[in-house]
């Protein structure tokens, strides 16, 4: 049974710091491009940033320079580093795993709440 657990959202202030962690089980972490995704009330889904199985990663426009994804694939887990938080960063944060040869398969975590306010 594939998992993906989220942690370490919460409430922050804004121009604080916040790191989220995904621990993966049940698949071949090592192998797959992982990835936070992020979704407001009423929006849609949007990537946040990904990072590919060789380590090579990317931004949303909005969340360049603050944020930063890593790995470890001997934890499997990856994390997001969220630096200089502001408002607009509030909503639910998802972790995402895609597995990008044959069989294609997609999975995502429950999701954590990340609020940043005064």
């Known amino acids: 049974q594939v998992q993906l657990v989220e942690s370490g959202g919460g409430l922050v202030q804004p121009g604080g710091s916040l790191r989220l962690s995904c621990a993966a089980s049940?698949?071949?972490?090592?192998?797959?491009?992982m990835g936070w995704y992020r979704q407001a009330p009423g929006k849609q889904r949007e990537l946040v940033a990904r990072?590919?199985?060789?380590?090579?990663?990317n931004y949303a426009d909005s969340v360049k320079g603050r944020f930063t994804i890593s790995r470890d694939n001997a934890k499997n887990t990856v994390y997001l580093q969220m630096n200089n938080l502001k408002p607009d960063d509030t909503t639910v944060y998802y972790c995402?795993?895609?597995?990008?040869?044959?069989?294609?398969?997609?999975?995502w975590g429950q999701g954590t709440q990340v609020t940043v306010s005064s």
């Open positions: 995402n795993a895609d597995r990008l040869l044959k069989p294609l398969s997609k999975y």
């Open positions: 049940g698949i071949s972490f090592s192998i797959y491009r």
């Open positions: 990072i590919t199985n060789g380590g090579s990663s």
